[in-house]
Nanobody, 130 residues
Framework: QQQFKESGGGSVQTGESLTLSCVGS????????IGWFRQAPGKGREGVAA????????HYVEFAKGRFTVSQDNSKKTVYLQMNSLKPEDTAMYYC???????????????????????WGQGTQVTVSS
C-alpha cells in the first residue's frame, strides 16, 4: 500500500509562498487520486487540492483556487503543492493521502477525508504570520 511523507512546511509572512512535497513509497499511478488536506488547531481535516496521477487532472476547493497549484512528478514519486499569497488562515498541518476506497476517484476528495482516503503521512506544519 502506498505510504507518503510530507515536507516543505515552515514559517512565513503573509503574502509569501511555500512549496510542499509529498513523496510516495510506490509509483503514483497506483493511486486513482492523491489529495492534499490540512488541519488547523481545533478544526477538522479539510481538503485543499487533489490530482489524478493518470492524466494529471486537478481539483481544488474554493479557498485554494487561484493561489494553490497541485502537480506531480512520477519519476520522483512526488506530488507538490505550490502555495502562493499565503494568509494567516492557511496556518495548519498539511497532509497528503490516497483514495483507497472500493471506487477510488477524486470525486471522493470533496467528501469526508477519513471516509475514503488513507496512507496519511505525518504531515508538515505551515505557519503564516501577519
Amino acid at each position: 500500500q502506498q505510504q507518503f511523507k510530507e515536507s516543505g512546511g515552515g514559517s512565513v509572512q503573509t503574502g509569501e509562498s511555500l512549496t510542499l512535497s509529498c513523496v510516495g513509497s510506490t509509483s503514483l499511478y497506483t493511486s486513482a487520486c492523491i489529495g492534499w488536506f490540512r488541519q488547523a488547531p481545533g478544526k477538522g481535516r479539510e481538503g485543499v487540492a487533489a490530482i489524478v496521477p493518470s492524466g494529471g487532472r486537478t481539483h481544488y476547493v474554493e479557498f485554494a483556487k487561484g493561489r494553490f497549484t497541485v502537480s506531480q512528478d512520477n519519476s520522483k514519486k512526488t506530488v507538490y503543492l505550490q502555495m502562493n499569497s499565503l494568509k494567516p488562515e492557511d496556518t495548519a498541518m498539511y497532509y497528503c493521502a490516497a483514495d483507497v476506497s472500493a471506487f477510488p476517484s477524486c470525486r471522493n476528495f470533496y467528501g469526508d477525508p477519513y471516509q475514503n482516503f488513507a496512507s496519511w503521512g505525518q504531515g508538515t506544519q505551515v505557519t503564516v504570520s501577519s
